[in-house]
């Protein structure tokens, strides 16, 4: 029987209350509680607890306070990453993100989506089986390459990825995929130039 774990990783509908999920958001809170009241002077135990949560993480790292996120250890991480603050990484599904890259305040990525149709977004479970969450969800992961710079309060949809050394102006919503080398903008977020270009 295939478990709503493996739902998730694959990408199918799956229910999002199962234990499972339930137990690893209630780590991610414990370390989101404990990280986000640690001062910004103590970078030594702000790394550790990184460390200790997150799937991967290389070197020079600074995430800001607050900071959100789902699971925690579906976020990996490069070398030399800037994420500033107040920024929400909702990692249901696994965030990638490459090397030398700024992450400006209040960009949000959403790994988690719902089928559009309420038929297909409905559980038709929930009511026998009332632990189960009311709605199905599906994770899709987002990858963000290396050397990119998202500006602040981007918004980055399930499932996108974004090229190495792509610049993404503030306040854009992605929501398909983008180019590497290239400045993209607005709602939803186009290609405007290549970097270098006028």
């Known amino acids: 029987m295939t478990t709503e774990l493996e739902k998730c990783l694959s990408g199918e509908l799956y229910d999002a209350h199962d234990p499972y999920f339930k137990r690893q958001k209630a780590i991610a809170n414990q370390f989101l509680q404990e990280y986000n009241r640690t001062g910004y002077a103590d970078s030594e135990k702000r790394s550790q607890l990184l460390r200790e949560h997150l799937g991967a993480i290389g070197d020079y790292v600074t995430v800001g306070t607050p900071f959100l996120c789902d699971f925690a250890n579906n976020i990996h991480l490069g070398s030399k990453i800037s994420i500033n603050m107040n920024c929400s990484l909702m990692d249901s599904g ?3 993100i490459g090397d ?32 189960q969450h009311f709605v199905m969800t599906r994770s899709l992961p987002v990858t963000i390459g290396k050397q990119c710079w998202i500006g602040g309060g981007v918004i980055i949809l399930p499932g996108v990825t974004i090229g190495d050394g792509s610049v993404i102006g503030g306040g854009s919503v992605v929501t398909k995929d983008i180019p590497a080398n290239v400045v993209a903008v607005g709602n939803p977020c186009h290609v405007l130039r290549k970097v270098g270009q006028k």
Not at 100 to 122: D, S
């Open 94 to 96: 696994k965030i990638t």
């Open 100 to 131: 030398e890259t700024m992450i400006a305040p209040n960009v949000q990525i959403y790994t988690g989506t719902h089928p559009v149709k309420t038929e297909e977004r409905l559980n038709s479970n929930w009511r026998q089986h009332k632990e």
